[in-house]
């Protein structure tokens, strides 16, 4: 069993910036991908950024060149969220995936606004 909580989220201004932490406990393996989701209102769920294990990223073309993915180990990865847009107002998750299994955290809430 995995367990994911982040933290982090809050109110940004438009052009403003906001850093996502997320903390893995329980069985999470450090060749396990680990990612960030958004959903807003009245939309599905969709990908922000994933990094792979070795540190390969990918982004949603969304937020090419304005986020950046990091993860320190097996246990935390982060979100730096710059030059950030009201398109960007989401509820935020953390994800990791292995062995079969898919597990989320219970989300962050990110609002940009003027």
């Known amino acids: 069993q995995v367990h994911l909580v982040e933290s982090g989220g809050g109110l940004a201004r438009p052009g403003g910036s906001l850093r996502l932490s997320c903390v893995a406990s329980?069985?999470?393996?450090?060749?396990?991908?680990m990612g960030w989701y958004r959903q807003a209102p009245g939309t599905q769920r969709e990908m922000v950024a994933t990094?792979?294990?070795?540190?390969?990223t990918k982004y949603a073309d969304s937020v090419k060149g304005r986020f950046v993915i990091s993860r320190d180990n097996a246990n935390g990865v982060y979100l730096q969220m710059n030059n950030m847009e009201p398109d960007d107002t989401a509820t935020y998750y953390c994800?990791?995936?292995?062995?079969?299994?898919?597990?989320w955290g219970q989300g962050t809430q990110v609002t940009v606004s003027s």
């Open positions: 994800n990791t995936e292995g062995d079969g299994k898919t597990w």
């Open positions: 329980g069985s999470v393996r450090a060749i396990y991908p």
């Open positions: 990094i792979f294990h070795g540190g390969v």
